[in-house]
């Protein structure tokens, strides 16, 4: 599977956009980018996930570089119930060894405040 | 509300004592998986049920104890755990034929 690097920890005030980088240099062809976070003592929650095109939801908009070598989450205006910790995953869909196999690193805490 | 209902929310059980852990998803799908998050420690994916078959052991030691009686529920049942197994434990399901997975607010284990 290929890694992801991110940073351990950044802040964000209150309204302004958070915006959660992430390396995948490895990534091959048919893995796609996954965005999840985990509010303290909870389990992850999806947020978004995508292949090559940039994407958005109603939570945020995942940001992936031409190269595919690294992607941006944006919360377009975070709030404190968005502290949390942020994991950028690789990982491919339908079929092969590594199905439905999300490998979760440190990820990012991310600290919202006012 | 995710779809995926963990009980019971909290647990403390002694060393020699046999407890289970219960998932259940209302979300139609296929596929099921435990997790373990170790404190400071990332997720550690345990087991994987497609279809109620396992599909993956990521030499998880014997006393822990899965079973799959049906695509929408999933059991972890435990047996002589040592305190380092205490941890939360998530249970998580997905499509079969896509990678999004859904986890439940996890079961929080307390050996002593």
């Known amino acids: 599977d290929a890694k992801t690097t991110q940073p351990p920890s950044m802040d964000c005030a209150e309204g302004r956009a958070a915006n959660l980088p992430c390396n995948h240099s490895?990534?091959?062809?048919?893995?796609?980018v996954y965005w999840y976070r985990q509010i303290h003592s909870q389990g992850p929650q999806y947020i978004i996930h995508?292949?090559?095109n940039n994407e958005t939801n109603e939570m945020a908009s995942l940001i992936i570089t031409e190269d595919r070598k690294s992607s941006t989450l944006i919360l377009p205006h975070a709030t404190l119930r968005d502290t949390a910790v942020y994991y950028c995953?690789?990982?491919?869909?339908?079929?092969?060894?590594?199905?439905?196999?999300?490998?979760f690193g440190q990820g990012t805490i991310l600290t919202v405040h006012p | 509300e995710t779809g995926v209902t963990q009980t019971p929310r909290h647990l403390v059980m002694g060393m020699t004592n046999k407890k289970s852990l219960k998932c259940e998803q209302h979300?139609?799908?296929?596929?099921m998986y435990w997790y373990k998050q170790s404190a400071k420690k990332p997720l550690e994916l345990m087991f994987v049920?497609?279809?109620?078959?396992?599909?993956e052991n990521n030499s998880v030691p014997s006393r822990f104890s899965p079973e799959c009686p049906n695509s929408s529920h999933l059991f972890l049942h435990l047996h002589t755990l040592q305190p380092e197994d205490s941890a939360l434990y998530l249970c998580?399901?997905?499509?079969?034929?896509?990678?999004?997975?859904?986890f439940g607010e996890g079961s929080w284990l307390t050996v002593v």
């Open positions: 995953i690789v990982s491919p869909r339908r079929g092969g060894t590594s199905y439905g196999k999300l490998t």
């Open positions: 995508g292949l090559k």
């Open positions: 490895t990534i091959s062809g048919n893995e796609y």
């Open positions: 049920y497609n279809f109620k078959e396992q599909t």
């Open positions: 998580a399901s997905s499509q079969e034929e896509g990678n999004t997975i859904y």
């Open positions: 979300l139609g799908h296929n596929a």
